[in-house]
């Protein structure tokens, strides 16, 4: 049951991520600017997560331990930044469609290199013909939307 809702969890994950896009590419028009569309998107983001932590479903105590992590990993949050501004920008001129196949066979194809070499601490996947085979069909699928 729990992983049937972890994967439902991460299905609606996904269908709003183009939501969202949609939303701050709204945002960024009105401003003339995708820059702050996205930081106000941030913005609010941290807002949320701030009053979830401070409703008290958060232990603030275990942020000191963040300290002790490799400086590199306090990139993912540019990494996001990057994510979300290119999301603004690339939706309203490509298309969410084809914006999110992108994203997706992007994502697809770094989530293999990353099980491979297991980054990350991450659990060892070798690639294999079965995962090739599934991101061509998503580069396929992704062609197609371009196409059709």
Avoid: C, E
């Amino acid at each position: 049951m729990k992983f049937i809702f972890l994967l439902v969890l991460a299905f609606a994950a996904g269908m709003l991520a183009p939501v969202q896009a949609g939303m701050n590419a709204k945002i960024g028009k009105a401003l003339n600017d995708p820059f702050y569309a996205a930081l106000i998107s941030f913005a609010v983001g941290t807002a949320g997560l701030l009053a979830y932590a401070l409703a008290g479903r958060m232990d603030f105590s275990a942020i000191r331990t963040v300290s002790g992590v490799h400086w590199s990993l306090w990139l993912a949050g540019l990494l996001g930044a990057f994510y979300v501004t290119a999301t603004i920008v690339l939706a309203p001129r490509l298309g969410t469609a084809l914006t999110f196949s992108l994203v997706v066979a992007g994502q697809l194809v770094m989530a293999v290199v990353i099980d491979h070499l297991g980054l990350f601490g991450m659990p060892v996947q070798p690639v294999n013909w079965l995962r090739l085979g599934g991101i061509v069909l998503i580069v396929g699928g992704t062609m197609l939307i371009r196409w059709f």
